[in-house]
């Protein structure tokens, strides 16, 4: 019930989400206050399009506003595949303390082990 009444008040004064601070998010219980009150939502790691699962291993908590830019980096991943300029995906997850939110994600395709695209999404 503490925890209910942190985050709550944290949401409400925005105290460390106005800096975009996501430093208090150590547990699933605050992830969910926070998807509940919209301040983050899921995000594919490996996205569905590319066939990627519908599961809790594939995903991470994150503000809405990084889900357009990593849809961006997967565009281009999307058109290098097309153009047979890749053929591996990944996504690297960098943290901040004990945060379960991800403080960047860099979206990589390499073809034949050579990197040949990488994009750095900074979240924290």
């Known amino acids: 019930m ?3 009444r942190l985050v709550k008040d944290i949401i409400k004064r925005n105290k460390y989400l106005k800096n975009n601070d996501y430093s208090f998010v150590e ?3 605050t992830i969910n206050m926070l998807v509940t ?3 983050l939502v899921p995000l594919y ?3 569905l ?3 990627g699962e519908d599961t809790e291993k594939n995903k991470v908590y994150v503000p809405k506003t990084i889900i357009e830019l ?3 980096a997967d565009n281009m991943i999307e058109d290098l ?3 047979g300029k890749l053929t591996v995906y ?3 997850l960098d943290y901040k303390g004990k945060s379960l939110v991800p403080s960047s994600i860099t979206v990589i395709g390499k073809k034949d082990k050579e990197e040949v695209f990488s994009e750095k999404i900074n979240i924290w």
Do not use: E, H
Request: net charge positive; proline share 4%.
């Open 49 to 51: 399009r590319f066939n």
């Open 90 to 92: 990944s996504c690297n």
């Open 70 to 72: 990593k849809d961006k």
């Open 81 to 83: 595949i097309k153009k």
């Open 45 to 47: 790691l490996m996205p």
């Open 37 to 39: 009150y919209g301040k």
């Open 27 to 29: 547990n699933k219980d």
């Open 2 to 4: 503490a925890l209910v």
